[in-house]
């Protein structure tokens, strides 16, 4: 029920949007402007953290040691990026706990690229490169949005992923230039890299089902197909300095239009990905499970000793 | 009761919630960059550094248990701020100089 | 190449090989850690062995006469052409061995790397000095994890037992020393490790008494790392390690 009062903060928390003024944590807000934002930064938090494991998959096998080095900083990055964005998300009154626990019983969802398998070492050079980039192109039109914790948590990301994506287009370039074998690696990594990349950036405008009030809030500042449209002219020319084949035999520049066009996405594939039926969509909720669940007698300990602490410091004050 | 009985309701919870600021540079303000979760002051310590400066962002580094901060509530910006509003003469903007006077 | 050029050569190799075995095996925490902070945290830890590695074994290289790169000290030598301490390769197992083990090299390299400090050779002292800061850290860190979970819950104290059971064995070849060594220590180059383990000894002992552990004091040693005699550990980190290197050779990464 919306008492008379609420109506006056709803008007002011309007107006504070139209004047592209920031929402700051202890201001009031309508609930689903908060919904909407525990849902968004959570399962980019999610993200982050589940996006630890396709990467993962490859620090013990990195080639050599400054590869394993940039790699290894690299997915510990991606894990700082969730706990910059969990904090942002705690500000709204939620605990990580609770975010975990959505996380693991599936209500929150997280990005389906990392349901599909890293499987040979291009894939680091492919996700860095494609899925980093798609990454942030999204996520530099997001320092814009309109909570104040979450712009300033993608301006702090945006500023330290610039190596993530250059360093992923470096390990492109030494495989574009290398032997067959590794020449074939890099496109086949890039092929596969490809849809899953322009899948992140969500459905079509006309389909998509949290945009609309997204926009509104200024939450998102642009429309998905504008931003994968974005994403697409700015990676084809990388594609080509790398003497890579395109992905897609329908890119092509449109001189009428001034962007590249390019084929339909599979949208059953996305959507059955979605929903939960990735290459490893299992695998990863079973691992983030599993470090969680081997990680409870630790957190139980540490917590027990601090109470224990608390006690002997009660006691010697009495 | 100890706190192996205690234990559901300990694995329900986390650890505390600390608020971290960091000094950027010497001379500059500490600035609030986020928080994090740690068992104890001396932990949430050493996770902001793990954490927040792994680019070496600061020289200097505070952490803040978040329920120890007292804030300001919304509710009271009425009466809190906006009486600071109405003091013109407090800025210097507020003074009229001759026209030959120019840096002051 | 005289002896002492190549001992200390072989000396480079072996503190690279316990960096480079250690950083890998704490690598392996990365998205497994018991929360997400202390994921981060034990990635610095691996950084930053993975970057004393390097330097060890750039340095080895530059004195052999640049004929191979640190990649292939790394990646192209089996496990029998390994010479790590033995206790750098031990599994992970679980958090408490990881600290535990962590715990003991932290006390270990900060004397150890203060004395290397004042090596005569100059780029061995500055290695030291950067790394004797990052270990430091490390003990910094690995001390209160010990004294929380040794007393913590009954859960977390029989896991630190079980680690120090575990390690008691590999304590001691820390502290053993070869005597191809023994002559660089003569020439002012390397540190007598033998001098550094009484002290071990009582601090790590005091340390626990205070958490009312006790570390068994044990006079069985598993030695031979520094020989290439390792545990049946070793070969499998290896093989996936190197894995990329050994299928496709000879190629640029």
């Not at chain 1, 449209?229 to 990388?238: L, R, S």
């Not at chain 2, 500059?28 to 400066?53: F, I, N, Q, T, W």
């Not at chain 3, 190549?6 to 250690?22: A, C, E, H, K």
């Not at chain 3, 069985?220 to 545990?231: A, E, F, P």
């Amino acid at each position: 029920m919306q008492t008379v009062n609420d109506a006056e903060e709803q008007l002011k928390f309007d107006q504070r949007i139209i004047d592209e003024q920031k929402i700051e944590p202890t201001d009031w807000m309508p609930d689903d402007y908060r919904k909407n934002l525990i849902r968004q930064m959570s399962q980019h938090a999610h993200s982050e953290v589940i996006g630890m494991q396709p990467e993962g998959n490859w620090i013990t096998r990195a080639p050599t040691l400054r590869r394993k080095a940039v790699l290894l900083s690299k997915v510990q990055d991606e894990g700082g990026h969730g706990l910059y964005l969990y904090s942002a998300t705690e500000s709204l009154g939620i605990t990580r706990s609770k975010l975990i626990e959505l996380l693991q019983t599936g209500v929150a969802k997280y990005a389906s690229i990392f349901n599909y398998p890293t499987l040979t070492w291009a894939d680091m050079g492919a996700i860095g490169w494609l899925v980093d980039g798609a990454a942030i192109v999204n996520q530099i039109s997001l320092q814009r949005t309109s909570y104040g914790p979450y712009a300033r948590a993608m301006i702090r990301i945006c500023k330290e992923e610039s190596f993530h994506q250059r360093q992923g287009y470096e390990i492109m370039t030494v495989l574009a230039k290398g032997s067959v074998e590794q020449k074939e690696m890099a496109q086949d990594a890039m092929n596969r890299n490809w849809w899953p990349s322009l899948m992140m950036f969500g459905p079509h405008d006309s389909d998509s089902a949290h945009s609309g009030k997204s926009m509104k809030w200024k939450i998102k500042r642009q429309s998905n197909d504008y931003l994968r449209q974005k994403f697409i002219d700015q990676t084809v020319p990388q594609i080509e300095a790398l003497g890579l084949e395109m992905p897609d035999p329908e890119l092509k520049w449109n001189e009428d239009r001034g962007h590249y066009d390019s084929g339909e996405i599979n949208w059953e594939e996305f959507y059955q990905v979605i929903n939960g039926s990735g290459p490893c969509n299992y695998q990863r909720l079973k691992h983030h499970k599993k470090a969680h669940k081997d990680g409870e007698w630790v957190r139980t300990a540490v917590r027990a000793y601090q109470e224990k602490q608390t006690a002997k410091n009660q006691t010697n004050v009495a | 009761m100890t706190s192996e009985n205690n234990q559901q309701s300990i694995n329900q919870e986390q650890l505390a919630v600390y608020e971290v600021f960091i000094r950027s540079n010497r001379g500059l303000d500490h600035k609030h960059v986020g928080s994090l979760h740690a068992e104890s002051p001396e932990h949430a310590l050493m996770y902001a550094r793990d954490c927040y400066l792994r680019r070496s962002e600061g020289v200097s580094v505070w952490v803040v248990k978040s329920t120890d901060i007292t804030a300001s509530q919304e509710d009271d910006i009425p009466n809190f701020i906006d009486p600071m509003d109405d003091k013109p003469y407090r800025h210097a903007t507020h003074y009229v100089l001759p026209e030959n006077v120019t840096n002051m | 190449m005289n002896d002492k050029q190549q001992n200390t050569i072989r000396f480079l190799i072996g503190l690279g090989d316990d960096s480079v075995v250690l950083s890998h095996r704490l690598s392996e925490w990365c998205s497994n850690a018991p929360y997400l902070e202390e994921d981060i945290a034990l990635s610095n830890i691996a950084l930053d062995y993975i970057g004393r590695a390097r330097m060890f074994y750039q340095y080895a290289v530059e004195l052999e006469g640049n004929k191979r790169t640190e990649d292939d000290i790394a990646y192209l030598r089996n496990e029998r052409q390994y010479t790590n301490l033995l206790i750098h390769e031990l599994p992970i197992n679980d958090f408490a061995f990881t600290m535990v083990r962590q715990y003991f090299l932290d006390v270990f390299y900060c004397e150890y790397l203060k004395l290397l400090c004042d090596s005569s050779d100059e780029q061995i002292s500055a290695i030291a000095n950067k790394a004797v800061k990052e270990s430091r850290y490390h003990l910094k860190r690995s001390q209160p994890w010990i004294t929380q979970l040794a007393e913590g819950t009954s859960e977390s104290k029989e896991r630190i037992q079980l680690a120090l059971d575990e390690l008691e064995n590999f304590v001691g070849e820390m502290f053993l020393m070869e005597d191809w060594e023994l002559m660089l220590v003569d020439s002012g180059i390397a540190v007598d490790r033998k001098n550094l383990e009484a002290n071990w000894n009582s601090e790590v002992q005091a340390f626990l008494n205070k958490s009312e552990m006790c570390f068994p004091d044990s006079q069985l040693q598993i030695r031979g790392g520094r020989n290439g005699i390792h545990t049946e550990h070793l070969g499998h980190m290896l093989s996936e390690m190197q894995y990329i290197q050994r299928s496709m050779p000879g190629l640029e990464w």
